[in-house]
């Protein structure tokens, strides 16, 4: 079954209505990643582990307990995944990457996989794909 492209959007933005607002670390730009609107997308960076029953996101600098991310990719982003991932040499399977993305507030009962991640993200753009053996944050 294949659920409407709009989904994830739309799941995003009603829990962030549903869920208030705490403080959290501040993002790349400065803003804390709670403070900003469900619907706005930002630029993001981080490590990003795929596979069967994973879509995790380490984003750089984020807090203890809020530093897995459960990823959905739209359409197009999962097609630039896919090709900026052929030109990768082996198979890594953590990747760095910087993209572009609207995130859920930080959910008390957990996302992803068996509820172990602390927020949703749901990726539009792709921005920049490599191995994280290259340095990861360290590298950025």
Do not use: N
Not at 44 to 66: I, K, N, Q
Not at 111 to 132: D, K, N, P, Q, W
């Amino acid at each position: 079954m294949r659920l409407p492209a709009a989904l994830p959007v739309l799941l995003v933005g009603t829990l962030a209505l549903a869920v208030p607002a705490t403080r959290s670390p501040v993002g790349r730009d400065r803003r804390p990643i709670d403070g900003v609107r469900a619907d706005t997308a930002r630029e993001l960076r981080g490590t990003y582990e795929t596979g069967f029953e994973v879509s995790w996101f380490h984003p750089c600098g984020a807090a203890a307990g809020d530093d897995l991310w459960w990823v959905t990719l739209s359409d197009a982003a999962l097609r630039q995944r896919d090709s900026l991932a052929k030109k990768l040499t082996g198979q890594p399977r953590s990747l760095y990457v910087r993209w572009r993305g609207t995130t859920s507030p930080k959910m008390p009962a957990g996302t992803g996989h068996m509820g172990r991640g602390s927020r949703y993200l749901f990726v539009t753009e792709i921005l920049e794909l490599r191995s994280a053996d290259e340095g990861g944050c360290s590298a950025a």
